[in-house]
């Protein structure tokens, strides 16, 4: 049975914080289809389209019938362990840093034998388990088994933990405290058992109700942060870049309007220095100190988190201003993933559907209640997921998007 | 059952000339020099000159971006036949089978077959994760253990379904220091005590060191030729009794529990008009103990499930009641990596010409070679198995 996880012990200064060792990440064109499903916390294997023969390892043409027709299709990971061992060396770094290591060899359900990396709870030959698809802290997608059925503390797993980024005893930086959204975040961290969460506030003298309340949980500290000025962003930086854990990024300007409806670029440039600049100069200061702790004991430097928006996908013409800075916001968010994959960071970007607040007051439903959404982001933290869809409308436009994003764009132009 | 035609045999084809290049744990030579090395020990020993070599295959790991043709041109050689052999633990028996149809088909008259690798300091690692496109994207990324983690899947997995302890593997491993220091191994000295064994690190659980082969730099070579060319040259040689290759068998089986012998084990006893009571001793490929157990099982000598039963009967050493991997084997020599494939040809070939100096098994006349190699993702895919005879 995996033990539960105990609160890190105090880092001593003195001692050299240790650098990251990737774990290998080569891989082939075809098999990153395993990763590409894994971002989006689905196990996805190659069908043969003719004959119906899962593949494994992934490869170019079927095994049964060597029809060239495989498509990824989603799997549900049923199946019993073979063998199981433990690892007490390695010739890579990345193991060899977090020796012993278990793996086991599975056979799915549906045919294929699977090296995996092995829960701790999985210890007998012919136990049923549960293969799922991972990304590790190289970003690749490496399949892993868990007990079926889950296990007390399952997550507390040493292998687990270092395929997610659960914010247990992480500490986390909130950029804004004031919304609806960002108060739902601070407290499913706070549910999460992170241990610190920092929580931003651009403009003190505004009272918003929640706050009070808010700021009175002992694992909050509210820190001044307006990401539309360099200086205060490096300020804080300054306190507390060397501590963060997790950085979610949550400010944003959203006002409805397109082209025509307002005159003026103001509104515009507005939503463009938050979501857009906003991001980048958060990113030039705590993306440096994320990246140096990225192999800080237990408790590492995991993850940053951007709420941005289906609209990214796609411009929305009734919120069209807005869509575009999520869309630039989009592209830098890219860009930081690739800059921060090299040290295991792990960039999460959220494509929520509408919010259920004040600024999209004349949407129809369905809209995303700023709980639900906040819980998605933790739960996504703790999948170790790269790319989240939360909320019935963005699954729709997601699907539409993959279908023909130019499609898309003309059914949205004509108003949905 | 589809209609097979009835495979030839083997006969006139004789098999000659084993050569070592000494092994040493690490090089900064290239595979080039070793393959040089041996072949130039194959014309010393025979007295052929260069041109006299009309056929070649290589089986190397560590030649690439080159391959088989790059050697003609580096060594000067003019083959009119020539093969690219790299099948690891199978490619003594491959080599082997090859040429002496070439021969046969006087597609040429002396085939020189060269296995060479080098070992650099860390280049062992550099191979792991390239060593196929399946190791790349589906083992490697799985704690780089090597083949340490696959084996110790197989071997857990036999454990279980056969019964077989540590003990058992021990045993053999054992047995085979004792046949090493019979005549000298380069890098171990010391016996192997039966504790020692159990009480080694683990490496991947069931493996534990002993289980496992030394990665090192060298090179062994033979010439295969017509016997009557041999006798012409003077050279002790065996003759090809049979020889008998399968690939990628019983893939349906969800782990490895055997090797592909045996689909084709009636033909391989066939050709040779013999039974597994008649071989005099057993050269196998082991990279790992539970690899033996099986070409135990698969090639005839007991049934499947039975090897440990018949590790507890036995005794391995060159003068035991069951000789096995009488020059110590890979457990004890260290593996040359493709080299290592050709180790139980050439051991096969100095007993049955009487040059296993202080380790001869006595009256030896028939030998039988194992095979196995290639695991590209989770099981050995080549097998392969020769029985090799004295001249008539």
Request: glycine share 10%.
């Amino acid at each position: 049975m995996t033990m539960p996880l105990m609160r890190p012990r105090r880092k001593n200064p003195v001692l050299r914080t240790p650098q990251m060792n990737l774990p290998p990440w080569a891989r082939g064109r075809v098999a990153l289809g395993l990763t590409a499903a894994a971002a989006e916390g689905r196990l996805e294997l190659q069908v043969c389209q003719d004959c119906g023969a899962v593949q494994y390892p992934p490869r170019e043409a079927c095994h049964a019938c060597v029809s060239a027709r495989l498509r990824w299709r989603a799997q549900s990971g049923a199946g019993r362990l073979l063998a199981a061992t433990t690892l007490h060396h390695s010739n890579d770094l990345f193991f060899r840093e977090r020796l012993p290591w278990r793996l086991g060899l599975v056979q799915l359900d549906a045919g294929a034998t699977l090296v995996v990396h092995l829960h701790g709870d999985v210890t007998a030959p012919g136990q049923p388990v549960r293969v799922t698809a991972r990304l590790d802290r190289a970003g690749r997608a490496v399949v892993i088994a868990l007990p079926d059925p889950e296990t007390p503390h399952m997550a507390d797993d040493k292998m687990l933990r270092e395929m997610g980024c659960d914010p247990k005893f992480r500490k986390v930086l909130v950029s804004d405290g004031k919304t609806p959204l960002g108060q739902a975040l601070v407290r499913a961290f706070v549910a999460a058992g992170a241990d610190i969460v920092w929580v931003g506030h651009a403009e003190p003298w505004k009272k918003l109700p929640g706050f009070d309340a808010l700021s009175a949980l002992p694992q909050v500290t509210l820190v001044p942060l307006d990401v539309t000025d360099g200086r205060s962003v490096a300020e804080l930086a300054g306190e507390i870049a060397g501590k963060v854990d997790i950085v979610v990024n949550n400010a944003e300007v959203h006002r409805a309007h397109g082209i025509a409806a307002r005159r003026g670029t103001d509104a515009a440039r507005a939503e463009m220095d938050v979501n857009y600049f906003g991001l980048l100069r958060l990113a030039q200061e705590f993306g440096p100190a994320l990246k140096g702790r990225s192999a800080d004991g237990v408790a590492h430097a995991a993850a940053w988190v951007n709420l941005l928006s289906i609209y990214a996908l796609a411009n929305f013409p009734p919120h069209g201003t807005y869509a575009a800075s999520k869309a630039a916001a989009h592209s830098l968010a890219q860009c930081l993933r690739a800059e921060m994959r090299p040290a295991g960071i792990r960039v999460v970007n959220v494509f929520p559907g509408p919010v259920d607040d004040e600024w999209n007051q004349n949407l129809p439903p369905p809209k995303l209640a700023p709980d639900a959404l906040a819980r998605a982001v933790v739960q996504a933290l703790k999948d170790g997921l790269e790319d989240v869809y939360p909320g019935d409308v963005a699954q729709e436009w997601l699907e539409r998007w993959r279908e023909d994003p130019r499609v898309l764009e003309r059914e949205l132009a004509a108003g949905g | 059952m589809a209609v097979r035609a009835r495979r030839q045999g083997y006969e006139g084809v004789a098999v000659c000339v084993p050569v070592t290049v000494p092994y040493v744990r690490y090089s900064t030579r290239g595979a080039f020099w070793f393959l040089g090395r041996a072949v130039r020990a194959l014309l010393e020993t025979s007295g052929l000159r260069k041109d006299d070599i009309d056929g070649l295959t290589v089986s190397s790991f560590s030649l690439a971006p080159d391959t088989a043709v790059g050697v003609t041109q580096h060594l000067g050689l003019s083959p009119r036949w020539l093969d690219h052999l790299p099948n690891g633990g199978a490619s003594g028996v491959m080599a082997l089978r090859r040429a002496a149809r070439a021969v046969q088909a006087g597609d040429a008259s002396v085939v020189a077959c060269v296995a060479a690798d080098t070992n650099h300091v860390d280049s062992f690692r550099l191979m792991l994760g390239s060593f196929s496109q399946f190791a790349r994207d589906a083992t490697y990324p799985y704690g780089s253990g090597g083949p340490n983690a696959l084996f110790a899947f197989i071997t857990a997995n036999y454990m279980a379904r056969s019964g077989a302890r540590r003990e058992d593997f021990g045993r053999l491993c054992v047995d085979q220091r004792t046949n090493a220091l019979a005549w000298g191994s380069r890098f171990f000295r010391k016996p192997l005590t039966l504790d020692e064994y159990l009480a080694a690190r683990p490496i991947a659980e069931p493996i534990h060191l002993f289980d496992c082969v030394m990665p090192c730099a060298g090179a062994e070579a033979f010439l295969v030729m017509s016997e009557q060319r041999a006798r012409d040259l003077g050279l002790a040689y065996a003759t090809v009794r049979g020889t008998i290759e399968r690939h990628n068998a019983f893939q349906d089986d969800p782990v490895m529990v055997r090797g592909g012998w045996r689909v084709d084990l009636p033909d391989l006893y066939a050709m040779a008009g013999a039974r597994p009571a008649d071989v005099d001793f057993l050269q196998a490929y082991d990279d790992y103990p539970v690899i033996v157990m099986m070409q135990l099982e698969g090639l005839g000598f007991c049934e499947p499930g039975e090897g440990p039963a018949f590790m507890r009967a036995h005794r391995f050493t060159h003068d035991g009641s069951f000789p096995l991997n009488t020059s110590g084997g890979q457990l004890s020599s260290g593996q040359a990596g493709a080299a290592g494939g050709f180790m139980n040809v050439n051991e096969a070939l100095r007993q049955l010409t009487g040059q296993a100096v202080g380790r001869q098994v006595a009256g030896a006349r028939l030998g039988l070679v194992g095979g196995y190699g290639m695991v590209t993702y989770d099981r050995c895919l080549c097998t392969g198995a020769a029985l090799l005879g004295t001249p008539a």
